[in-house]
């Protein structure tokens, strides 16, 4: 019997790698759920016997001091998912990761798939809010409409990916990317900085003009005292499809939210780490999973309830 | 080989059962989709060598006298669906149905889950718009913010259950009741109606406002010349939801649309149908299939396209 079956009324155990932005939403969001419970982080640079004191938690270095996991979160940068992923899977530890990088998803999805299936274990891939339950709701107006165009809307919010490029050009001190939807998901970029002492103005904005980032897109650069007082971590959509339903036209579907970004990108996750163990072995990304398997309980009482 | 797998590129053949809006809505859906065909319509009335000649189609008394069929959609009245499930079960053929009676549901799926895996075959219950992709859509809310309160907001657009009941009441020649959204899934009844010849005016509105079917909402009962002047297969949905992610407040969802009635539920039914052959036997509600086994084709396209 795994201890899985034996201690905590059966809850599943989730290890938190990484503690990030991401990674403290995290934390709250396993630990808000009902039938799951957070065993730890797990940090390259935790010290031995270390605690988190906010959440009364162990922090580690590796995730075999929190005893048996039954799903690692891995809220780290896209770019280390693919080895975390293999890492874990490798120990027989379900992962969910919020990889970003649309065009990669479906060669991580690939690649994980054998791994996880050599392993018996579960990834889920790309679940976050984009990728992740906005592909799902693509997906849906699809459903519904088969033909006709799809526009997703970002923002108002703050870019990470975008704040960071513009932060990274000489003379800037720091800076925040806002992404402004100007509809039919077209998109202006907001780019607030702070300048180096001695910085050029003029220049520094023709960098960040002419960087790729911003290179394609209606870009208007402020310059500002204080980047720290403008951060928010509220963001949006606003999705739309018109479309057709069989031979009629005309059909409108609009889906719009307004979150707080990483509260929002880890539930996804903890919801997603419900759902790994209730597939097959394998690796999915979140259009793949049935919706009633991310919720927690019983599914007869969910279709009693949703249906 | 099955016939499946020789004829037409192995597109799935479909037969339409039942020939009211839906029914005619499903043809069109079934002809719009390039993975399926219409083999033709299934009506008990059927006369030998009947024909449906908008769609080029033959129209039967029995199923078998279309060949091969792999999934029958069953645009009949709710209160047939059981019956008529277990009967093309049965016969080795998946089906599909948007039987909308909400709280017997979950008894629906049970009772077909047995009778489709004795028969291995599959069938998809509750298939519409609600009960259906709106269940899906309540279900991605609580993904991504688990507490909180979901309304569900109809209209405006013709309820059939409510002009029927008004239709009943003596005195009454023809009704329309329209159901008006006021918010937080309270909703106000326009009922239209043409009275008899000699009717009391004052006595049948009474009559229709003591109905169980109007007696527990603001109701407002107009008197009208022609019933048919005011029909529009229009209708629309607004959900909101209000939520938690984790410990994070104020998140905020919403899903609208604004769509022809019978065309939606027919397309959904149809993407229900490709679904059904990518399940094990059984019968699922559409919140147990993973919504990328609605979409026609590649699912390696798809994780492409969507994710």
Chains 1, 2 share one sequence.
């Not at 010290?47 to 580690?60: Q, S, T």
């Not at 990317?177 to 607030?192: A, D, E, K, N």
């Not at 919706?291 to 009482?301: I, M, N, Q, T, W």
Request: charged residues 20%; hydrophobic residues 40%; neutral net charge.
């Amino acid at each position: 019997m795994s201890k899985k079956m034996n201690d905590s009324n059966s809850k599943l155990a989730i290890a938190v790698v990484g503690l990030g932005n991401i990674g403290k939403f995290a934390i709250e969001a396993v630990q808000a759920s009902e039938d799951m419970y957070c065993a730890g982080v797990v940090r390259r640079q935790a010290k031995e016997g270390e605690r988190l004191n906010d959440f009364d938690l162990p922090v580690v270095d590796a995730i075999e001091k929190l005893g048996h996991v039954d799903v690692a979160l891995l809220c780290v940068p896209s770019r280390q998912v693919r080895a975390q992923a293999e890492f874990y899977l490798a120990k027989g530890i379900n992962t969910v990761d919020s990889f970003d990088i649309h065009e990669d998803i479906l060669e991580l999805k690939t690649s994980l798939t054998e791994v996880a299936q050599k392993h018996g274990k579960v990834a889920v891939v790309a679940s976050g809010w984009d990728p992740g339950t906005d592909s799902m709701m693509r997906a849906m107006m699809l459903i519904m409409a088969p033909k006709g165009i799809t526009s997703t809307n970002f923002g108002p919010g703050m870019s990470m990916g975008h704040s960071v490029a513009a932060k990274s050009i000489p003379g800037v001190k720091d800076a925040l990317s806002m992404t402004i939807p100007l509809g039919t998901g077209i998109h202006r970029r907001m780019v607030y900085i702070e300048l180096d002492d001695g910085a050029n103005e003029s220049e520094v904005i023709r960098a960040i003009k002419a960087d790729s980032y911003f290179s394609t897109s209606e870009t208007h650069i402020k310059v500002v005292d204080d980047i720290n007082a403008l951060k928010d971590m509220g963001h949006g959509v606003q999705m739309l499809h018109k479309g057709v339903s069989g031979a009629t036209h005309n059909q409108q579907f609009m889906f719009d939210m307004r979150i707080n970004n990483p509260a929002l990108t880890s539930q996804i996750m903890v919801s997603a780490a419900r759902a790994s163990v209730r597939q097959q072995a394998g690796a999915y990304t979140m259009i793949e999973i049935p919706p009633v398997d991310y919720l927690a309980g019983c599914r007869s009482d969910w279709i009693k309830k949703l249906v």
